[in-house]
């Protein structure tokens, strides 16, 4: 009987074993098999690329550690692809495909499977990826790669930017119009150059309209912290601020939950958020209210559609930087909230607009051209 | 029947297969096809040269910071503090590496020292609080990792770059990472370090076993009475382990900054490395030899998870779920132990 129990235990153990095995032999098949396309399938990208406009073309992205579903920058960047996809006749899988990262160390292996899965065009979403992307670039230089939010080097890496500091000014006009208390908040993800260019423009908008307005600024030190993001606008709230514009990617989830806690428990509460990146008026939404204000939409997906459609065209625009601004709509104020956006704010910033593009204002984009333009006002 | 030495084998390899097979079963649950899920696994860390490469990349610092919670475990110690000590050692390791040039016979074990130190400084001050005051380790370790956290960053961006994201690159001199073995795979980030990983578990084997600083370790693990009443300094011991402990997470830190990335960038989260390290330990039976096993499984499902949402459509936090689950049944060996005995109880 005893024998009989440990026979099935290790007959068990076998099986799987074998299963596992089998498996594994499989794979190494398959890879080999892969190895072999490999070499064949970069032959036939030279040719394609060469030709311009194939059906063959297929673009991938990797996200930074927000993830695909982050409800702001990565997502946006999805979005876009997914948009590429449709008029193209791709769909997730077969011809358009992202890979998300869990930390940092991922990035690396993330972009080298998609290169090895001969995607003509990967992107990388996040000034995170900066250094992994250069690398992977110079490795395979067949391939195109287009870098969101900074400036790589490589010749083959196209560089998207967007004039953040633009559309912060905006929504920085319309928080200093809506406060009632004279406190505004900014909740910033990582205390970074990027993430300043908002603050700084946000910081700059609010003193155009008023200069008394006192900005609470404080990082969370992560794009991916719903918790500390709550905990900021916690304190934020209750110090009397009521308009808080986050430029923190998920980290803003918690600001939103927050906001809108305060909301739920006394509808009559003056609390906004201003959302970023993408139009977040849904995350806002608490019963019949709504706590975002607005939105410094920033058209990562427009952008996204396009370096994909320039790629497929065979019209790359490797090493160079492309700026997206207020003038092309690669930034822009969402107007989805109209009880909030009264026409006295629209119409202020409407105003400020028209001043930046026609060149009159010169928004600060970094703390030392801030406090010039402060002191000019 | 079963000696004791075949249950400490026999279990984690149950709980394997176990948490394998509940994983296959949730994929079917949730309609993903676990063969092709299980293949994409494989495919991803064993596939090819390059994912080779990228799986024992993964597995080096695994195997130091399993090392370093199976150490504080083997004295009784629960060190949760490893991931703090992962980033003081990685922050020390780069900060020597890149502040100057010269000879890598000096430059390089110079860097991994200071790791070591660094991370055995943030070993040493929990360990003197338990042993002179009695404050128990946990909370201390845990504070410990968002100082080093914090401080690392702050440290990386005003005194390690100017105000970047990154610190500046190692020198050559420094780097554990070879132009070889990255050919070898295909340009993964493949480095020296897993010789020197290797070499640690050698160590802390023998440190353990053979030795009678390593006999009193264990001794005051098993009772810390017992030990005081035959002669043994147990203060001295909960320090020493603690050191040791926190010099060998540093070391993991230090295979991040000297050979995975060659700089550190500041983190807004923690790695991760120091607390799956407490997974890998509990699973390697806080055996020097287990943990390296257990260490190649952990960097196998990581990077081959990477690999599963793109070839098998299956969401990588499913993967999270089979370690999760794995983690889980190694908990419970209680019941494991239970059954077992329980069979051979039957039997006779």
Known sequence: MKKNRLLLLFALLLTVGLVLGACGSSGEEGSEGNAGDDSSGSDTNKEDSGEAADSDFSA?????????DDKSFNQSAWEGLQAFGEENGLAQGEGIDYAQSENDADYMPNLNRLVREDYNLIFGIGFKLTESLNTVAEQNPETDFALVDAVAEAENIAN?????????????????????????????????ELIKKFESGFRAGVASVNPDIEVNVQYAESFGAADKGKVIASNMYSGGVDVIYHASGATG????????DIKKNDPSSNVWVIGVDRDQHEEGAIGDNNVTLTSMVKRVDIAVQEVAALSQSGEFPGGEVLEFGLEDDGVSVAKTNEDAMTDDIVKEVENWKQKIIDGEVEVPSTEDELDEYLNTL | ???????NILIPVISVVLGLLAGAVIMISFGYNPVAGYQALWNGSFGDTYFFGETIRQVTPYIFTGLAVAFAFRSGLFNIGAEGQVIVGWLASVWVGASFDGPMIIHLPLALIAAAL?????????????????????????????????????????????????SDKITDSASLASSWLMEWTSYSRLHYGILVALFAAVVMWFLLEKTTAGFELRSVGFNKHASEYAGMNVGKNIILAMVISGAFAGLGGAMEGLGTFGYMPTHSAFTNLGFDGIAVALLGGNHALGVVLSAIL???????????????????????????????????????????????????
Do not use: C
């Open chain 1, 60 to 68: 991938a992205m990797v996200t930074d550690i927000g993830g695909v």
């Open chain 1, 160 to 192: 998207i930017t967007f004039k953040e500091h633009q559309g912060s000014f905006l929504v920085g006009v319309a928080a200093a119009m809506k406060t009632e208390s004279n406190k505004v908040g900014f909740v910033g993800g990582e205390n970074s």
């Open chain 1, 253 to 260: 989830n918690g600001v939103f939950a927050q906001a809108k």
């Open chain 2, 1 to 7: 029947m079963f000696s004791n030495r075949l249950f």
């Open chain 2, 118 to 166: 660094a991370g055995a400084l943030w070993g040493f001050l929990p360990g003197l609080l338990k042993a002179k005051l009695g404050v128990h380790e946990v909370i201390i370790t845990i504070m410990m990792n968002y100082i080093a956290l914090h401080v690392s960053n702050t440290l990386i961006r005003t005194v390690l770059s100017e105000n970047k994201d990154t």
């Open chain 2, 298 to 348: 952990f960097g196998t499902l990581k990077i081959g998870a990477l690999n599963m949402p793109t070839e098998a459509d299956v969401p990588s936090e499913l993967v999270e779920i089979v370690i999760a689950l794995i983690i889980f049944f190694v908990a419970s060996s209680y019941i494991i132990r239970w059954a077992l005995l329980r069979l051979k109880k039957e039997g006779k």
